[in-house]
């Protein structure tokens, strides 16, 4: 990939390496005012792509972005496990400074919007424009309008 490529895709969000490198460093940063920089950095970086990412947003690994920040907003009280995948326009908000726990390998579609202290469990899909504000079972499906859930038996292997 030449230069001109990779700044293209830079500029459109594509490649968010750095900005999760300067994410684990300010998490690992003791210094106050260091965590401050690193915060407005990642701020910057992220308003750049019209997104937002809360300072105290917990991540199980480094979610999976596919249109990059745009129009993800993530409150800094939520707390998103390893391996999901999230698209753009999502919104996980927050109500009364409680936002939502959401398990791993998750799907939300776009313009999905979770909101309040609701638990989403693992492997659970979220579909587009799908609103979500109530607590969701593992191996779930949600979906809208209207929204409702979907529910997988899942059946143990036969030895």
């Known amino acids: 990939m030449d230069v001109r490529d990779w700044l293209t895709d830079y500029s459109k969000g594509d490649r968010l390496h ?4 300067w994410f684990h460093r300010r998490e690992r940063c003791r210094s106050a005012l260091g965590r401050r920089v690193l915060t407005f950095l990642l701020n910057r970086m992220a308003h750049k792509h019209g997104g937002y990412i809360g300072n105290g947003a917990v991540f199980g690994g480094e979610p999976v972005l596919p ?4 129009g993800v907003y993530i409150s800094r009280y939520a707390k998103i496990g390893a391996d999901c995948w999230i698209y753009q326009n999502v919104t996980i908000g927050e109500v009364n400074r409680v936002a939502p726990i959401i398990g791993d390998r998750c799907l939300i579609g776009a313009g999905a919007v979770i909101v309040g ?3 989403i469990g693992n492997d659970v899909k979220i579909g587009a424009g799908a609103v979500v504000n109530c607590d969701v079972p593992d191996h779930s499906t ?9 529910t997988r038996e899942v059946f143990p292997h036969a030895p």
Request: net charge positive.
């Open 142 to 150: 949600v979906v809208a309008p209207p929204p409702r859930i979907i």
């Open 67 to 70: 249109h990059g920040l745009h």
């Open 18 to 21: 750095s900005y999760w490198r």
């Open 117 to 119: 202290g609701v638990r």
